[in-house]
């Protein structure tokens, strides 16, 4: 295991969220797959424990350990179940617009019932003509008085139906374009916001996916995140603190089809021998374990950058999602492989990893998207030197 | 109320490995855990102080890197810890590990419950709580299965049976060993971990505790250990085939022999 010198307080999460994920998720995950029930259970080990609030800070009653501390809650629980762990990183993607943007009333009113883990947040950008192509949302918000009315349709929301409190991107005024959307804070219960059915998935299928929609929904303008006309700059900044977390979901799953087949290899025997002793099985295992460690090696890193307070996160933000993401896809494709016939049926854990690592490299930006991303920068950097 | 606490630190069974030439356990390099009757305890302590408030005071007696339970102990919500501990007490036998117990909770002086798990891992005497309760002369309920209620001065509890369970009322204080039909221990908490990193964890000596040195270690200890040896692997059994009027009869063959020989 490479060193990553981790504080004394990062090895506390790690080794909790291990535990947790060992004793308490690992046991259940292949129950949840099969049922696409809404882990609430686990839900609860995870509030007692103060995991919920991990990254939020301690004057809101969180830990405070920062996108690094999410990082490695995100990454252990995952090596028990991406589709589990969800329940906690998607909140934190519905929490970060709050954090990143929200005034000191909404952060006191709801970052502390979100640290305690009394409630889940959700983040509502997507929608059914609108996913890599965010600036075509027709969600909008229309000004009356002291409130807005929200009327549309938000798709593929994660935790939607369950969470309590809805980070939402609508156009308040389609004649500004790009800056003419922005972001609110809806909770659940209020008039007009009601959940579509819950999607059938290939993977994390313990997490639920909703549409989310907004039937004239009447929210106060005291809801508002940051100012009007700012909701894309909310979602874009959103995206680059939250990627770190989509990527450490990816290693975490990536890590446990490692274990898996390393475990396997060397118990199934072939030919009269373990198959571990086979140079195409150990060449595999060598790869997988040393583009697990590189992954998580950008994830730390990013984190480390975002929690220092750097400026220019975009550009490693959606490497380490794009890596990460990459690498949980062949490394768990990878373990099926090794499994050979056994891989393949519901009956082992690794065909679960694999068809979980798949969302990784869609959601919160298909890896187009972060190639794009990154591209951008690189002709940013290269002008502003020149 | 005031909850004691006692736990023992053993080796961790899943990871013990045993030496195919002596038969005896590989201990080095094992981790230590704490033993996991004593979890049940120190939840079924804590779940008391949730309800009733006041505090629990977790206790052992063991080397210095007993502590690390202790922290843990502190970790799972207890709040005050104490770890006895002096070359002396080395050799105790469940009697002498008992008065130890015993002398160290005199010394706590303020006490209502006594909460031990029902035996540990490594020894499985069982002997501990009850010896500590004799010390004491306070009452013991063994292999406590649930607390039905508990106040001030009195407890009403239900006691695990071979046949079923008793429902037991006593005063208090009162020494009670629990199963671990009792709960379901927690996980820790971050908070609870950090808690444990920072707090103090009491140390004390025989002369703190004002110990019998007669009545500690190897010299307070009747017991002697002549012999310790595996036992023969349990010879399979017989499975009976046939006709079932056949079978059942010789089946009460064998057992009639089993049981008058």
């Known amino acids: 295991m490479v060193d990553y010198l981790l504080t004394e307080e990062q090895k506390m999460i790690k080794e909790l969220c291990h535990k947790i994920a060992l004793e308490k998720i690992k046991p259940v995950a292949a129950e949840y797959d099969e049922k696409e029930e809404f882990p609430w259970p686990i ?3 995870l509030a007692d424990s103060d995991v919920c609030g991990v990254y939020i800070p301690e004057q809101y009653g969180g830990m405070g350990a920062g996108i690094m501390g999410m990082a490695i809650a995100t990454e252990e629980l995952s090596w028990g179940c991406g589709g589990i762990a969800l329940a906690f990183a998607a909140t934190g993607l519905g929490t970060f617009p709050i954090l990143l943007f929200g005034n000191d009333e909404q952060k006191k009113k709801y970052l502390p019932v979100i640290a305690s883990g009394k409630k889940l947040a959700a983040f509502a950008l997507t929608e059914a003509e609108a996913g890599s192509d965010a600036g075509s949302i027709k969600t909008t918000a229309k000004k009356d008085g002291d409130y807005y009315i929200l009327n549309g349709t938000k798709q593929w929301i994660t935790n939607g139906g369950e969470a309590d409190i809805y ?10 374009g790009a800056r003419g959307a922005t972001a ?14 819950k999607e059938k998935k290939l993977g994390i299928r313990a997490s639920a996916t909703r549409e989310v929609i907004f039937t004239d929904c009447r929210v106060h303008k005291d809801n508002i995140l940051s100012r009007e006309g700012m909701g894309f700059i909310v979602a874009m900044k959103t995206f ?5 977390g989509v990527a450490a979901q990816a290693v975490g799953i990536a890590q446990r089809a490692l274990d898996e087949a390393t475990a396997y290899a060397h118990q199934r025997k072939q030919f009269g021998q373990a198959i571990s002793s086979f140079q195409g099985i150990q060449f595999m295992l060598a790869d997988m374990a040393t583009q697990v460690e590189s992954a998580r090696a950008l994830v730390y890193s990013a984190a480390r950058m975002i929690d220092a307070g750097s400026k220019d996160i975009a550009k490693v933000s959606a490497m380490c999602k794009l890596l990460a993401s990459d690498t949980a896809m062949k490394v768990t494709t990878d373990a099926v492989q090794i499994f050979g016939g056994y891989g393949y049926m519901r009956e082992y854990p690794v065909e679960k990893l694999m068809r979980d690592a798949k969302i990784t490299q869609i959601y919160e930006g298909t890896n187009q998207i972060q190639r794009s991303v990154i591209a951008m920068n690189l002709i940013k950097e290269l002008a502003k030197n020149k | 109320m005031n909850i004691i606490v006692c736990i023992k630190q053993v080796p961790n069974t899943t990871q013990v490995r045993i030496n195919p030439e002596t038969n005896t356990l590989i201990r080095e390099g094992v981790e230590s855990v704490i033993n996991p009757f004593d979890t049940y305890a120190i939840e079924e302590g804590v779940r008391i102080k949730d309800k009733t408030g006041g505090k629990v005071t977790v206790v052992t007696m063991g080397p210095p890197q007993a502590e690390d339970a202790l922290r843990e102990a502190i970790s799972l919500g207890c709040d005050e810890a104490i770890l006895v501990s002096d070359r002396k007490f080395a050799g105790s036998d469940t009697w002498a590990t008992s008065y130890t117990l015993s002398q160290t909770i005199r010394k706590i002086k303020d006490y209502d419950i006594i909460i031990c798990g029902k035996q540990a891992s490594d020894g499985d005497t069982a002997q501990v709580g009850p010896g500590i309760s004799a010390h004491l002369d306070i009452p013991q309920v063994t292999y406590v299965r649930k607390i039905e209620e508990i106040s001030a001065g009195h407890a009403k509890v239900e006691r695990l049976t071979e046949e079923g369970y008793e429902i037991i009322e006593s005063k208090l204080p009162l020494v009670i060993t629990v199963v671990k039909e009792i709960n379901e221990p927690r996980m820790p908490s971050l908070k609870g971990k950090m808690r444990a990193k920072n707090a103090q964890v009491l140390k004390w000596n025989a002369d703190d505790i004002e110990c019998n040195v007669n009545d500690i270690g190897l010299n307070g200890s009747p017991t002697r250990v002549i012999k310790i040896f595996t036992p023969p692997p349990r010879k399979g059994g017989e499975i009976l085939k046939g006709d079932t009027h056949e079978v059942v009869a010789k089946a009460a063959d064998l057992l009639k022999n089993v049981i008058i020989g």
């Open chain 1, 167 to 176: 980070s939402v991107v609508a156009i308040t005024d389609k004649t500004k």
């Open chain 1, 184 to 197: 609110f804070i809806v909770e659940k219960g209020t008039k007009g916001l009601e959940f579509g059915k």
């Open chain 1, 240 to 244: 680059d603190s939250s990627r770190p």
């Open chain 1, 43 to 45: 839900v609860k080990i």
